[in-house]
């Protein structure tokens, strides 16, 4: 006698498991509800989270409706009304195809629709939860649709419990909105999370978008490219050298409208700027590739950002020439027309000038070991510190003790003593602009300058948190930032942390804002860039379960950690040693880098 054990899943749990793939959090439901009514024709869409989405999710459109049929079936997996055979597939040019997301947003949460065409005089509302039909009737409502999604994955807890906090969650639909945004400017859409509009974006142009999204700063910051071939048709904008940030975020292309990350054309786009920029920036760009369906892949996966050309090399080599060419344009051509009230600015410098990272102000020529310098000082004068590494807690008079016995907090030197006399003095050089080598008893030490520097300051500010105080520098004159709408609300939540750091940032009208002082242990020429680069790091870092303002101290030393390529003279290097082997943990960077090395004096004699 055999039994069989095969059965078919229940469609509820068959939809349960592909829901998995499609919605994943809030963010992902957001996009496919918000991609669902840019397909509909809607001309205005609103978005309302509660709670990052976790709560509630309503998404509110102008579009072309259902009928109540439709509405119904809308639910059913595999309903589309985008493609109605095979060969539909090579010419996609909505946003959804495969008829899934309804599905899997309805097999993990309570949905309502409300929805009516032109045509009807009565729309239909729709419920239903868990992929069970609770009910539908006839009900009074305006020409479109409206979903409300309630408790995400109310009926899978582990998933549930797998969202992150509000604050990330929220993060990653504003992701997901900035690329729907940007790729369809004609539409007006609003953002709302709890009782707070985030973003109120009216039909715009590109450029307008990009401004409205991204703040006033970059409006005079951006250039055009346009390149139009067999292949591809190359639009959008790029922003200046000079504006190019140490943290990505700004980088959005768009192939047939629909957002994609690429690194092959994301490499395109950075070689052209190669001389333009210093080597750890990134560019901002915005660029949307329009080609023949058939020229791409057109499988790609519903959730999926990746797509691939038939002829990579050619669109690779499209692109960047595109955007030489606009770099190269803009050096002649003066600042777009931009529709807006500001004067049209004509850009400085030609295209060869290399954006130097801010310098390190100190005094090159004052010797802390000559004692005429300080011959008409009072006996209590006590050399400064290179101004990038002011430390104004730690105790200055320990800077300049013999180097050799320094070496003796070494964690990692663990030598006897009787090898130590053999020690050179003071042998310290930096290699490649980028590591400090010295010799220790054990070996060859290499510390890496810029994660070093980020644990001196990251440590420095731990303290100065738990102190609640700090050194402040005052500006001479208050700095104006224009901020995003979303950047504005971080600030709002960040405020009290960054205020205990030394920051004054004061609310200046609009999302403006003024900075008046920053962090005296951070000794920059440009506040602005510092402020800015510090809350692109907050925005993108990555949810640690750390303390909320440990992760500010965190993102503060990254954003403000001298950079590579920075020449340290002795001095300076002596100086980050020094304070690295003060540190807690000299050995790693906040987020567990290896900061130092010792290349053992065996390794080096096996060589041989
Ligand atoms: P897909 O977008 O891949 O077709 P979905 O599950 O997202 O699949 O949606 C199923 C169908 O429901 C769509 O094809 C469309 O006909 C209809 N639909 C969904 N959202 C809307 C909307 N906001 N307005 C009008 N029709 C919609
Ligand atoms: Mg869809």
Redesign the pocket.
Known sequence: MSKDYIQILPESIANQIAAGEVIQRPASAVK??V??AV?AHARNVGIYLKEAGKNQIQVIDDGIGMSPADAKIAFARHA?S?IREAKDLFEIC?????????ASIAAIAEVSLKTRREEDELGTRVEIAASTLIGQEPVQCPVGTNFTVKNLFFNTPARRKFLRTNQTELKHVLTEFERIALSRPDIGFKLHHNTTEIYNLPPASLPQRITHLFGKGISNQIISINADTQIVKVSGFVCKPEYAKKVAGEQFIFVNNRYVRHALLHKAILNAFSQLIHQEAIPSYFIFLDTDPENIDVNIH?TKTEVKFVNEQAVFQILHAAVKEALGKFNVIPSLDFDMDRSIEIPAYGSQRVVIPPSIDYDPKYNPFDSQTGGHQPSSFRPEPPAFLKDNLSNWDTLYKDFESDQQKLPLDTEKESTKNNLPGNTIFQFKLKYIMTPTASGLMVIDQKRAHERILYEQFVRTLANLHTESQQMLYPKVIDLSPGDFALLSEIAESLKTLGFDVQPFGGYSVALNAYPAILSTEDPEALFMDLLARIRESEETGNHFSEKIARALAKAGAIPYGKALNAEEMNFMIDHLFACETPGFTPGGKTIVIIVQTEEIEKKF
Do not use: V, Y
């Not at 909505?94 to 309804?102: D, I, K, P, Q, V």
């Open positions: 496919e509800l991609e669902n397909d589309t985008k909505t946003l959804g195809f495969r008829g899934e997301a309804l519903p």
